[in-house]
């Protein structure tokens, strides 16, 4: 049976240690949460992350905008966001409706103040390994391996996925000259030809793909650690919602060395490292100079009070 890398214990760890780091701070660390309305599930997903706010001891002060607003409209309140001192971080619901210049939007945001971490600015700094926000899913990626003690030095993780939000950042990540990077990357997307040799040979798979049940057992190794970052919604005969990953988790359950599930896996992560990125924005990434992987350390294994 594999070993099961649930979510749960990595994000209670975070929570911990940002909960204690919160209530440290003179001023209150505050996020500006923007909505545009539209997206029923996007409510989901504000309404948790003002629940995790007010557990964890920070302000987020939700901005709602009309399903019709222009594009100028959010960078108005991107720019008042940006110059305002008592914000640290600003954090952008997507998706943005279809008319929306998303590029655009991203990059109006102060790098500073990026806890998505979707301007290209921090982007580019993800890809030359210099210091800066990191994009909260994949940072669940490494926090989920970096707990469970799963080496990435020199192994050869395969990730399926070629987006600007998981798979690129994340194989930018693991690329890193770190100790807790160094990997061989193998990036696979739906133009990939001999998919499934190469998921094979892999020692880590992460699957960011969008498609329910799309990896199964034949694509993976006896020794490899299945990391399903997938959310797909499936509503049964009866209306029941309920949510499963890219991994048939099922099939492969019984052969993978490990697996995260899907739900109760690298979602629940996601929402703690946006704080852990509020944390970061606060204390700010360059005048403290600590990395993502110092953070995790000081989680993981300890002295809060360096
Ligand atoms: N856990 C979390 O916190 C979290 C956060 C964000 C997203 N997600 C979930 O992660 C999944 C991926 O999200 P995303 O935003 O990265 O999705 P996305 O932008 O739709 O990207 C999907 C990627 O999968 C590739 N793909 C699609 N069909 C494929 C196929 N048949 N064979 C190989 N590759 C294929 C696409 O290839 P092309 O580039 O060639 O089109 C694309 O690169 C979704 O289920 C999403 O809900 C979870």
Same mark, same amino acid.
């Given at each position: 049976?594999?070993?099961?890398?649930?979510?749960?214990?990595? $994000?209670?760890?975070?929570? /911990?240690?940002?909960?204690?780091?919160?209530?440290?701070? +003179? #001023?209150?660390?505050?996020?500006?949460?923007?909505?545009?309305?539209?997206?029923?599930?996007?409510?989901?997903?504000?309404?948790?992350?003002?629940?995790?706010?007010?557990?964890?001891?920070?302000?987020?002060?939700?901005?709602?905008?009309?399903?019709?607003?222009?594009?100028?409209?959010?960078?108005?309140?991107?720019?008042?966001?940006?110059?305002?001192?008592?914000? =640290?971080?600003?954090?952008? @619901?997507?998706?943005?409706?279809? =008319?929306?210049?998303?590029?655009?939007?991203?990059?109006?945001?102060?790098?500073?103040?990026?806890?998505?971490?979707?301007?290209?600015?921090?982007?580019?700094?993800?890809?030359?390994?210099?210091?800066?926000?990191?994009?909260?899913? *994949?940072?669940?990626?490494?926090?989920?391996?970096?707990?469970?003690?799963? *080496?990435?030095?020199?192994? =050869?993780? $395969?990730?399926?996925?070629?987006?600007?939000?998981?798979?690129?950042?994340?194989?930018?990540?693991?690329?890193?000259?770190?100790?807790?990077?160094? /990997?061989?990357?193998?990036?696979?997307?739906?133009?990939?030809?001999?998919?499934?040799?190469?998921?094979? @040979?892999?020692?880590?798979?992460? /699957?960011?793909?969008?498609? /329910?049940?799309?990896?199964?057992?034949?694509?993976?190794?006896?020794? #490899?650690?299945?990391?399903?970052?997938?959310?797909?919604?499936?509503?049964?005969? +009866?209306?029941?919602?309920?949510?499963?990953?890219?991994?048939?988790?099922?099939?492969?359950?019984?052969?993978?060395? $490990?697996?995260?599930?899907? *739900?109760?896996?690298?979602?629940?992560?996601?929402?703690?490292?946006?704080?852990?990125?509020?944390?970061?924005?606060?204390?700010?990434?360059?005048?403290?100079?600590?990395?993502?992987?110092?953070?995790?350390?000081?989680?993981?294994?300890?002295? =809060?009070? +360096?």
């Amino acid at each position: 049976m594999s070993l099961l890398l649930n979510g749960k214990p990595v $994000a209670d760890k975070i929570k /911990a240690y940002l909960k204690e780091q919160f209530q440290t701070l +003179e #001023t209150p660390a505050k996020m500006k949460l923007i909505q545009v309305k539209g997206d029923p599930a996007s409510s989901y997903y504000v309404q948790n992350i003002i629940r995790n706010g007010k557990k964890l001891g920070a302000v987020v002060e939700l901005v709602e905008l009309e399903e019709d607003s222009t594009t100028q409209e959010l960078l108005e309140i991107i720019h008042d966001a940006n110059t305002d001192p008592s914000v =640290h971080g600003i954090m952008i @619901q997507e998706p943005l409706p279809k =008319h929306m210049d998303v590029l655009k939007v991203n990059a109006a945001i102060d790098p500073c103040k990026d806890i998505d971490a979707l301007n290209p600015v921090n982007m580019g700094h993800i890809m030359m390994g210099i210091n800066s926000l990191t994009p909260c899913t *994949p940072t669940a990626v490494f926090a989920t391996l970096r707990y469970y003690k799963i *080496p990435t030095q020199g192994e =050869h993780v $395969a990730i399926i996925g070629r987006s600007d939000v998981v798979g690129k950042p994340l194989a930018n990540m693991l690329l890193r000259k770190a100790e807790f990077a160094d /990997a061989t990357v193998t990036v696979l997307h739906s133009r990939s030809s001999q998919l499934k040799e190469l998921t094979r @040979q892999a020692d880590i798979l992460v /699957a960011a793909v969008g498609r /329910a049940g799309f990896v199964t057992e034949d694509m993976i190794g006896e020794n #490899t650690v299945i990391i399903d970052v997938g959310i797909n919604e499936q509503i049964d005969a +009866e209306g029941k919602v309920s949510f499963v990953g890219d991994v048939d988790f099922n099939a492969c359950v019984g052969k993978a060395l $490990a697996i995260t599930p899907v *739900p109760g896996g690298i979602g629940t992560i996601t929402s703690a490292i946006l704080f852990l990125n509020l944390l970061r924005a606060v204390k700010g990434v360059q005048k403290d100079n600590k990395t993502i992987d110092d953070f995790l350390t000081l989680i993981f294994v300890g002295n =809060h009070d +360096e």
